[in-house]
């Protein structure tokens, strides 16, 4: 077990570009930071002070939590600008943000405040929320382990990947891609490796952000199918 307090620094990868593909999972201890924000204008503010834990958990965690009814947004700074701000304009702006052509915390930050910067020099005025309803910035220190499952090549992989959680799912998708900084999965990077370029291809081009995790899992295991058909 190791520990991963922040995405944005660079850590220990505990999947091996060669040998089996091991699946880790991943155990969160959420805190909140004493930030709080009423307005845009504090919310830029701490946007550009709060650690990249904190950005990560923002804008990924209802991925987690909701299997089966969707969120309207899943970005919860978008959330909170709809609901306590009344701005849906900006919210919908944010909730556009491409997350999957974003490969570090560094530029989803940038993105993040530059949205907000550009809607205020549009001419936005200023609103507080209601009291009671200001943003609180939280953070997540996260435990990763390894769950004991180890895949030795492509069919076991698939045998394998039928049984893991959607915490492990989550953390080979999502922040794999942010902590290690490149435009790619644990899944795929692992597949490429072993000389499967088209199945990793097949899977990098899927949408995590687009459907549930388990709707991301069967997505997967239906191009094995895929494959033994060829």
Avoid at 141 to 158: C, K, L, N, R, Y
């Amino acid at each position: 077990m190791f520990l991963l307090e922040r995405p944005d620094k660079q850590v220990r990868e505990p999947t091996k570009s060669y040998g089996p593909f091991v699946f880790y999972t991943e155990r969160r201890l959420v805190a909140l930071t004493g930030r709080r924000a009423r307005n845009l204008e504090e919310l830029l503010s701490h946007l550009s002070q709060v650690s990249g834990s904190c950005i990560f958990y923002h804008t990924h965690y209802l991925y987690l939590i909701h299997h089966f009814e969707k969120p309207r947004f899943y970005n919860e700074f978008a959330n909170w600008v709809s609901h306590a701000l009344q701005e849906e304009r900006l919210a919908e702006r944010l909730a556009a943000i491409d997350l999957l052509a974003i490969t570090s915390i560094r530029d989803l930050r940038e993105a993040i405040g530059s949205t907000i910067q550009k809607y205020l020099e549009g001419g936005a005025v200023r609103r507080d929320c209601p009291a009671g309803d200001e943003f609180h910035f939280c953070e997540a220190q996260s435990f990763i382990m390894p769950t004991g499952t180890v895949a030795h090549d492509v069919p076991e992989f698939f045998e394998q990947l039928a049984r893991v959680t959607n915490a492990c799912l989550h953390f080979h998708f999502f922040e794999a891609r942010l902590r290690l900084e490149r435009p790619t999965n644990d899944f795929s990077q692992w597949l490429n490796d072993l000389g499967e370029a088209r199945l990793a291809r097949a899977i990098d081009r899927l949408n995590p952000y687009a459907m549930t995790l388990d709707e991301l899992k069967a997505a997967i295991i239906r191009l094995r199918r895929r494959r033994t058909r060829r």
